[in-house]
């Protein structure tokens, strides 16, 4: 038996030593190949995987690019090195900082055939603030695709899935990433997996998911941050039309236009009006979106609204 770790990196020198040590740091009773896909940094990161897979030859599998590619061609041509019957995942300013992650989840699969990926809990460390407050996740197990479209709760730095599950659905989702230019690759991957098969959780965090200043799933610009949201609700819209399941997929939906129209009142965007009117069409998914509802449909305490988003 053996696990491959998938690692994609661009522009992460402060972070990549981080998290090649944290996968070489693993104390298990099988090996494990780290498979690095560098894509075409210009900040010093490819010689510090040079170093490391020079130190390691027999661990580090080092694919580094002249030029830039994109992340989906990135992570998806790394397939071709992996050959683990488990696959791990840890992006370049990710790391893992308990060295008995693999092997505990490992055990866990091994032992529960009918489960095809685990997952953590995971902490979260902002850039130049420090670590969040940790709390334990409410995460479910077991059959979880509507728990999946509803919201992701799946950290990508704590999953290890069955690689013959992995190899199942990776076509269908690299060409529905391709075709619908969505900007993740993680959640579908979770979401087609988790239509054929369980998945597991264990309670207790092995991995540190860094919250940078500017990334594909955080950015201080408005519109980006709206652009984001979109994707996933594009991803989450795909999938429910897919699996004809929209009834019990409301929740998820609705959360996301709420989201949308959130950071467009905040910040005032022209795009408020159309935001609005289709938070106010698909209607409140918890008590707290309730509030909201109610304070938008009028417009003085709408007003009212955008300022209390502004002070938070």
């Known amino acids: 038996m053996k696990v491959s770790v998938k690692m994609i990196t661009y522009n992460h020198a402060p972070y990549i030593a981080q998290a090649i040590e944290g996968v070489l740091a693993q104390q298990t009773t ?18 510090i995987i040079r170093d490391y897979a020079a130190r390691y030859p027999d661990r580090i599998t080092a694919a580094i ?12 041509d790394l397939d071709s090195y992996i050959d683990g019957d488990y696959l791990a995942f840890c992006e370049g300013d990710d790391y893992w900082d308990d060295p008995h992650k693999l092997q505990m989840q490992i055990n866990l699969l091994e032992q ?18 420090g670590f969040r407050a940790y709390k334990p996740a409410k995460a479910p197990s ?30 269908s989702v690299h060409e529905a990433v391709l075709q619908n230019k969505w ?19 264990y309670p207790h965090p092995t991995a540190v998911y860094r919250v940078l200043g500017e990334s594909a799933s955080h950015s201080v610009d408005p519109q980006r941050q709206i652009g984001f949201v979109k994707s996933v609700l594009d991803v989450v819209s795909y999938y429910v039309n897919l699996f004809a399941i929209f009834e019990e997929c409301h929740k998820g939906i609705a959360s996301k236009v709420y989201k949308m129209y959130r950071i467009a ?18 209607g409140s998914c918890s008590n707290k979106t309730r ?4 304070l938008s449909k009028h417009a003085l305490t709408e007003k009212l609204l955008a300022v209390m988003l502004r002070c938070l």
């Open 112 to 129: 529960n055939r009918d489960y095809g990926l685990i997952y953590t809990d995971v902490r979260q460390y902002v850039e130049g603030v």
């Open 291 to 294: 509030f909201y509802l109610y």
């Open 265 to 282: 009142l905040k910040y005032g965007l022209p795009s408020l009006n159309s935001y609005r009117e289709e938070f106010h069409r698909l």
């Open 65 to 76: 690019r002249e030029a830039n590619v994109g992340m989906v061609a990135n992570f998806f």
């Open 142 to 171: 077991g059959s979880v695709l509507i728990d999946l479209l509803n919201g992701n709760f799946i950290s990508t730095v704590t999953v290890l899935v069955r690689t013959s599950i992995y190899n199942e659905v990776r076509e």
């Open 183 to 201: 900007r993740m690759i993680d959640y579908p991957l979770w979401i087609e997996a988790a239509r054929n098969h369980k998945i597991a959780h």
């Open 30 to 47: 099988f090996p494990v190949q780290l498979v690095i896909g560098d894509d075409g940094s210009t900040d010093g990161t490819p010689d």
